[in-house]
């Protein structure tokens, strides 16, 4: 079974730039995360797709980061623009069903962001 | 605000050791606990603990957790150079929502 995929796997970019990620979860999983790791830090939830409705974007910081999931299937997470803070791993992961029984989540490899 | 508090923050070890790693939460409509090993790269499922599930073991690891305490460990016995890795607690509410990772503890284990 193929696993969650990402790219880039690293970025660096300048502050006040733009940079989008891209993620395709695992086949036939309804559920997308997308996770912010700061370096020394456990993951943060930035936001929860169930197919293509948002299911929770509490934390996305709706001013300079934006995702979507068309299609239900791939999902992209952009930022516009960048700020120096947000350099981190950013994780995407998917689970088979949130409202089920199962909730483990396969994380793909990340990418490193890296904001100068 | 849910919140998942993690210690050790850091472990040093030696080869054969047993090693007790904690994770306390405070979540609304607790629905179930994770451990996750992250190496170098993204984090692998280990355990999930529920109400209906607080015990559980794998080789040389296992969990249990204690709903009332609010509040899991995660055992590894007989630790290998392998085991070396962040032990990451995670706890999601009722509806599936809300994950919240805890800052991890960072395993070394020496030969």
């Known amino acids: 079974e193929a696993g969650v995929a990402q790219s880039p796997r690293y970025k660096i970019i300048e502050k006040r730039q733009s940079v989008a990620f891209w993620c395709n979860p695992i086949?036939?999983?309804?559920?997308l995360y997308w996770y912010q790791q700061i370096l020394g830090q456990g993951p943060k939830l930035l936001i929860q797709?169930?197919?293509?409705?948002?299911?929770?974007d509490s934390q996305l910081p709706k001013d300079r980061f934006s995702a979507e999931r068309l299609k239900g299937v791939d999902s992209t997470l952009k930022i516009q623009p960048a700020k120096l803070e947000d350099s981190a791993v950013y994780l995407c992961?998917?689970?088979?069903?949130?409202?089920?029984?199962?909730?483990?989540?396969?994380f793909g490899p990340g990418t490193r962001l890296t904001v100068t | 605000e849910d919140k998942v508090v993690q210690s050790p923050l850091s472990l040093v070890v030696h080869e054969g050791d047993t090693v007790t790693l904690n994770c306390s939460y405070e979540?609304?409509?607790?629905?179930?606990l994770l451990w996750y090993k992250q190496e170098k790269k993204a984090p692998t499922f280990l355990f999930m603990l529920?109400?209906?599930?607080i015990e559980k073991k794998s080789g040389r690891l296992s969990s249990i957790l204690d709903k009332k305490e609010l509040f899991s460990i995660l055992n590894i016995t007989a630790t290998q150079t392998g085991d070396s890795a962040v032990y990451l607690c995670?706890?999601?509410?009722?509806?599936?929502?809300?994950?919240?990772f805890g800052p991890g503890t960072r395993l070394s284990v020496l030969p």
């Open positions: 979540v609304t409509n607790f629905r179930s």
């Open positions: 797709f169930q197919n293509n409705g948002v299911v929770d």
């Open positions: 086949s036939g999983h309804a559920t």
């Open positions: 992961a998917s689970s088979l069903d949130w409202g089920g029984r199962d909730y483990e989540q396969y």
């Open positions: 529920t109400s209906s599930g």
């Open positions: 995670a706890v999601t509410d009722n509806y599936g929502q809300n994950f919240v």
